[in-house]
């Protein structure tokens, strides 16, 4: 009796009874389900936020006690960006920095985190109503990627040892275009073992950008030498190589490297219609 009881239920709430009788459709049942997931979802994110808010005041409570507590004061940053407060979640993390007394650089990169988080609330926020809406996400886009690189370069100022933040520094660098500085950073970060291969490949790209074709081709057979597995990273090194050798006019040895990719992945990047074109004009 239990299991027709759900049973009915479900049928009912469901709209299938109705869609039975030649009431409603499908598309309505559809429907149905998407609101009712969607109010299960804010109502899932209030009481997230609920818990959140609580947590916020215990842990103030017990920071009164405990002022030099940095575990406190670091749960603290994560509770206010889970409510969307990131002025309060930045406090708090250069609340850290100020008592721990050194660039912590994963604190760094958490206040870096925080700021990208808000400026990507502010975009997601946007009315989609507004009529410049679109002016206004290219503006907010160009204002975060400013940002980014400008933090990139006071974290590289704070921790100039720090290759990983080398390699941030010089992608940005790169996105945006200033490849003399791009190179120089990339250089460096070629000497971090855990970024060698990523560093070696940007940076061909730089190279190729200023017309130093040359250069690069030898930088990514260099990193090719290294790489011990055929994955998308060495896929990319051996896209990027071919791209350089036909800029070269070194056709035969592009196409090489575009049919060892078409041999193992035909559907990346363009390679399918680089090598469609090679063999259709023979």
Do not use: C
Not at 52 to 59: F, G, M, P, S
Not at 83 to 99: M, N, Q, S, V
Request: negative net charge.
């Amino acid at each position: 009796m239990l299991f027709r009881s759900l049973a009915n239920r479900t049928l009912h709430e469901g709209g299938y009874v109705q869609l039975e009788g030649g009431e409603g459709s499908f598309r309505d049942i559809l429907k149905d389900k998407d609101e009712a997931r969607v109010l299960e979802q804010q109502h899932r994110l209030v009481k997230d936020e609920d818990v959140a808010r609580n947590l916020i005041a215990e842990h103030e409570a017990s920071l009164a006690k405990d002022p030099d507590n940095l575990r406190l004061i670091r749960d603290l940053a994560d509770l206010h960006q889970k409510i969307k407060d990131f002025a309060g979640a930045t406090r708090y993390l250069e609340t850290y920095l100020a008592k721990a007394g050194v660039a912590d650089p994963m604190i760094l990169e958490a206040l870096r985190d925080t700021r990208l988080a808000e400026y990507d609330h502010q975009i997601h926020s946007l009315d989609s109503a507004i009529p410049d809406r679109e002016s206004q996400v290219t503006a907010l886009k160009t204002q975060r990627q400013q940002w980014l690189l400008e933090d990139a370069k006071r974290r590289a100022e704070l921790n100039p040892t720090d290759l990983s933040i080398r390699y941030e520094l010089g992608d940005l660098y790169l996105q945006a275009g200033r490849l003399g500085e791009a190179i120089a950073e990339l250089q460096k970060a070629q000497n971090n073992p855990n970024r060698r291969i990523a560093a070696m490949n940007l940076l061909a790209q730089a190279f190729a950008r200023r017309g130093m074709n040359d250069l690069a081709a030898r930088k990514l057979q260099e990193a090719l030498k290294e790489k011990l597995i055929f994955d998308d990273e060495a896929k990319e090194l051996r896209y990027q190589l071919g791209v350089v050798l036909e800029k070269m006019g070194r056709h035969a040895e592009a196409i090489e490297e575009f049919k060892a990719i078409y041999e193992q992945d035909v559907s990346y990047r363009d390679v399918m219609a680089r090598v469609d074109a090679h063999y259709a004009a023979q």
